[in-house]
């Protein structure tokens, strides 16, 4: 079909009419029309992350100033006050074959503590690893004592700050108490919780189940028995639970049975030379925990740093949250 010149023209200035009348039209409606702004780009918002206690691994507002107590362990002294408070309790061993408790506190205090007892040299190898925490303790052996007051500690010695009192109702020496209200007054300057070397987390694979596990000093022996009711490990010591004045059965979220060097310490006590653990250094360990045993590697380079706990893999042995129990037991080459 042979179109004409005339009617290409015509069919060009029609199209061409059609397109100045549609941009027109767009113009007048987008003059008439509010644009409307766009939306912005939802951005992911910031999730806090909750605070939670290097030494517990629980949920805390803020980290506390460290407190260390050393208690009295024997059958006369029994039952602790204030215990069940602490984050980590320390099984020491001292002279006779009987054990001391090293007790920190730092997310919760209780009202009073005690009783409270001497300190012994291995206490500072123990303490450095908290930087300059607060130290309570009612003295020490006569060479020992200087040594412990010049260590970086906030000295909170008996004969020095008050707070103390004596519960007449108990035999001395194991009836001095503490009302933790003062210490801490005393204590303004004391370090704030920090790593010290627990990871806490689900459990590691592997492990036994494990009803009961004991271990012994000469002269004193430790049981600690899963409790599934109570979601813990509960306290027994020569062969009877171990109780507190505050809250019945002393009980823990994880036990480390910690396998040291004990030697002897170079300050006499009463005569002959009193057990000394060393916590630095490396060795066996035993983690309890959702009533199952662990087997790993502690290890702790120097006192100015916490101690790491292993897997055989080496991977963390990892804790449950909540309080920690520390026996610092006889391993390989003791003497003491």
């Not at 980290?63 to 002294?77: E, F, R, W, Y």
């Not at 409270?116 to 190898?125: F, K, N, P, Q």
Request: no cysteine.
């Amino acid at each position: 079909m042979r179109l004409s010149r005339r009617t290409i023209v015509i069919g060009s200035s029609s199209i061409a009419a059609a397109i100045v009348v549609a941009v027109v039209t767009f113009l007048l409606v987008s003059r008439s029309t509010p644009v409307k702004p766009a939306r912005p780009l939802a951005t992911a918002s910031a999730t806090p992350t909750q605070l939670t206690s290097p030494f517990t691994g629980e949920p805390i507002k803020a980290l506390g100033p460290v407190l260390a107590v050393k208690i009295d362990n024997v059958a006369q002294a029994r039952p602790p006050t204030g215990l069940t408070k602490a984050d980590i309790v320390y099984l020491i061993p001292v002279e006779g074959g009987l054990s001391r408790i090293f007790a920190v506190f730092s997310s919760h205090f209780p009202p009073v503590i005690g009783p409270v007892r001497s300190t012994r040299a291995d206490d500072l190898e123990l303490l450095r690893q908290f930087g300059r925490p607060a130290f309570a303790f009612s003295g020490a052996q006569p060479y020992l004592l200087p040594v412990v007051e010049r260590a970086r500690i906030v000295d909170l010695y008996s004969g020095l700050v008050g707070g103390y009192f004596r519960d007449l109702s108990r035999v001395a020496p194991h009836n001095l108490y503490a009302h933790t209200r003062q210490l801490l007054a005393e204590a303004r300057h004391a370090s704030k919780a920090h790593d010290i070397g627990f990871r806490f987390g689900p459990p590691p694979a592997g492990g036994r189940p494990t009803a009961a596990y004991s271990v012994s000093y000469p002269a004193a022996s430790f049981s600690f028995r899963w409790s599934a009711k109570r979601s813990a490990w509960l306290v027994w010591m020569d062969g009877t639970p171990a109780g507190s004045t505050e809250d019945g059965q002393l009980r823990a979220a994880t036990v480390v049975i910690q396998y040291t060097v004990v030697g002897t310490s170079r300050f006499l006590e009463e005569g002959s030379r009193p057990p000394y653990a060393y916590t630095v250094g490396s060795g066996r360990v035993v983690v309890l925990r959702n009533g199952r045993a662990y087997t790993g590697h502690w290890s702790r380079p120097h006192k100015d740093v916490g101690t790491t706990f292993t897997t055989a893999s080496g991977r963390p042995l990892t804790f449950a949250p909540g309080q920690v129990w520390v026996v610092l037991a006889y391993g390989p080459g003791s003497t003491g």
